[in-house]
């Protein structure tokens, strides 16, 4: 069981608005702003999308962006593309001694 | 543009130990980052492992903690991790990654491609 709560699947449209939501504690998503947010396709390495719960990385498209209210942090692509289908992954620093915590992960499909 | 780059066996037989090493290109590996090992079991989430910094300062995992050990090489610009008595559960893709400019930051912004590592007799 992860420490991080995401859905396990969502899915849109292309041209609509999803968001996919990663739930924690006041000791790790609620208490600080550490969220990253990470894209994975098939046979990929991961890739950072989202950091310190809203800041985009360079080169990221701004269709994406991040939030946070309470425990729950969430992710919003806009514009749904094929090219968004893919699993995301959050993380979070946490006080607890594990540091970093990621959830399940959330599978995104673009019917 | 900074690139990672695992390497080691892919098959490990049980009760021993994994060795990998992550060569950085393009950077220092004394730049002020953090550097890191997560993994993936097949089909499955991702799974912090340890963190260290040029300085030599560690982090573990607390569950995998007393079987594993990070090390850093500055004057080879690399790091590696050794993963003791392994199991079947072991079994996973491990990814070395940048990890962010002080502990709290955690944000893995360059990756390696991920190696599979199979724990089998």
């Not at chain 1, 899915?11 to 609620?30: A, E, F, N, R």
């Not at chain 1, 550490?34 to 989202?50: E, R």
């Not at chain 1, 310190?52 to 701004?62: D, F, H, K, L």
């Not at chain 1, 593309?81 to 607890?96: F, H, L, P, V």
């Amino acid at each position: 069981q992860s420490a991080l709560t995401q859905p396990a699947s969502v899915s849109g449209s292309p041209g609509q608005s999803i968001t996919i939501s990663c739930t924690g504690t006041s000791s790790d998503v609620g208490g600080y702003n550490y969220v990253s947010w990470y894209q994975q396709h098939p046979g990929k390495a991961p890739k950072l999308m989202i950091y310190e719960v809203t800041n985009r990385p360079s080169g990221v498209s701004n269709r994406f962006s991040g939030s946070k209210s309470g425990n729950t942090a969430s992710l919003t692509i806009s514009g749904l593309q094929a090219e968004d289908e893919a699993d995301y992954y959050c993380s979070s620093y946490t006080i607890a001694n594990t540091l970093v915590v990621f959830g399940g992960g959330t599978k995104l499909t673009v019917l | 543009q900074l690139q990672l780059q695992e390497s080691g066996p892919g098959l490990v037989k049980p009760s021993e130990t994994l060795s990998l090493t992550c060569t950085v290109s393009g950077d220092s590996i004394r730049s002020g980052y953090y550097w890191g090992w997560i993994r993936q079991p097949p089909g499955k989430g991702l799974e912090w492992i340890a963190m260290i910094y040029y300085s030599g300062s560690t982090y573990y995992n607390p569950s995998l903690r007393s079987r594993v050990t990070i090390s850093i090489d500055t004057s080879k610009n690399q790091f590696s991790l050794r993963l003791s008595s392994v199991t079947a559960a072991d079994t996973a893709v491990y990814y070395c990654a940048r990890n962010g400019l002080f502990v709290e930051q955690q944000m893995a912004d360059y990756w390696g491609q991920g190696t599979l590592v199979t724990v089998s007799s």
